[in-house]
Nanobody, 125 residues
Framework: QLQLVESGGGLVQAGDSLRLSCTAS????????MGWFRQAPGKERDFVSG????????YYADSVKGRFTISRDNAKNTVYLRMNSLKPEDTAVYYC??????????????????WGQGTQVTVSS
């Protein structure tokens, strides 16, 4: 069983930066593609970014391209999401997810097998 724990969320102002971390335990994440999703109140859980096991493939939602960067350190069993130039519309609970197909970072939530509990990101204007 793979457990995922997110951290790094918080309350920031528009234009600020945050780095989210997702630390895994139980199994090595090198066998998984990893993704970040977010869910705002009253809305569906949306894809933010995904990365293949070797970082050879990365995907981003159009709304975050050029501002967010996903990375992973398999030796530390951790995935990161660097978020720059944050906007109020980035406010959401951010979730880390793992998919047991390491080469394919899918962009839809049902494709992922394991989820963390989420970390809140709030961006004030």
């Amino acid at each position: 069983q793979l457990q995922l724990v997110e951290s790094g969320g918080g309350l920031v102002q528009a234009g600020d930066s945050l780095r989210l971390s997702c630390t895994a335990s139980g199994r090595a994440i090198s066998g998984y593609a990893m993704g970040w999703f977010r869910q705002a109140p009253g809305k569906e859980r949306d894809f933010v970014s995904g990365v293949a096991w070797s970082e050879s493939i990365t995907y981003y939602a159009d709304s975050v391209k050029g501002r967010f960067t996903i990375s992973r350190d398999n030796a530390k069993n951790t995935v990161y999401l660097r978020m720059n130039s944050l906007k109020p519309e980035d406010t959401a609970v951010y979730y880390c997810a793992a998919r047991f197909r390491p080469g394919v970072p899918a962009q839809n939530a049902p494709s992922y097998d394991y989820w963390g509990q989420g970390t809140q990101v709030t961006v004030s204007s």
